[in-house]
């Protein structure tokens, strides 16, 4: 499955042409339908619609089909819908003319004095009936084409951020390849620096601790110390994250959770191994690390 990124943007506009092939054309003439989606990071999925208020009542059905397809991110929908054609006129149908004709015969037994119906009064509920039937149908499948168009965008963005993850991951590769053979290093320099410190000693004092006694004690002094700055299991733990992260992003889907959850593991031994450091060019590896898992961390907080 691709990586898909939290952010990206679509618009999706009807052209004043029938979206619906039982829909004819004319009965769209003068009008224009536009959605537009918007979609930035967030922890969980956050919906907002932007809609006139004869369509609010297609918002759980939008809101059924986004959920389908988007699992993560704050996605704010417009839907816009113009008819701009003054001299374009509805024809009311029989049906509605005949429901016209009853609903004013009640309101007149309750209303006698109640004003009739006028022409004006008949074309503007025509319009508005056609409006709603027909414009449902033109919403949802504007709606299909607009997620479409913004996953094609989020799965596009998901790809350069999986590009740059690898990357970062490469160089973390290198960084724990330099760290690994520099520990035996300085374990031997500082066994030496022990046997050399001891020997001096003894000459200080003229001989009165024993040899053997002195030899013991600097190997054990040495034993401690490359026990201490020993970072041969934080190395081993943060190689196998980075195995894990390339699993995930090689599978996708939705993967941003465990992504970020890795992120704060490598940082964890990333600042182990620099408490560890007993060389500056250990220092200097944990800090290149560190740096690496923070614009990582950063790429991670925008993937679903």
Known sequence: MPVYSMTGYACVLSNDVALTPEIPT??????HLGIEIRSVNSRYLDLSFRMADDLRVMESVLRERV?????RGKVEIRISMDNHASDFVHEPSLGLLERLSVVQDNIHAK?????????ADILRLADNDTSCTHGQHDVLTLTNQAIDALMSAREREGDRL?????????QLRSLAN???????????????????????????????????????????????????????????????????????????????????FLMQELHREANTLGSKSAALELTHISVDMKVLIEQMREQVQNIE
């Open 111 to 119: 209303l006698p004095r109640a004003a009739d119906l006028s022409v």
């Open 162 to 170: 999986a590009v740059m993850l690898q990357d970062n991951i490469a």
């Open 67 to 71: 959920q389908k397809r988007i699992k």
């Open 178 to 260: 330099r760290a690994q053979p520099l520990v035996p290093k300085l374990v031997v320099q500082q066994r030496q620096r022990f046997m050399d410190r001891w020997q001096e000693a003894l000459g200080a004092v003229g001989g009165a601790t024993l040899p053997e006694a002195a030899h013991d004690r600097a190997l054990a002094e040495a034993t401690a110390f490359a026990m201490r700055i020993d970072i041969a299991e934080e190395i081993t733990r943060l190689l196998s994250h980075l195995d894990e992260l390339e699993r995930l992003i090689g599978k996708g889907g939705e993967i941003g959770k465990r992504l970020d």
């Open 26 to 31: 004319n009965q769209h003439a003068g009008s």
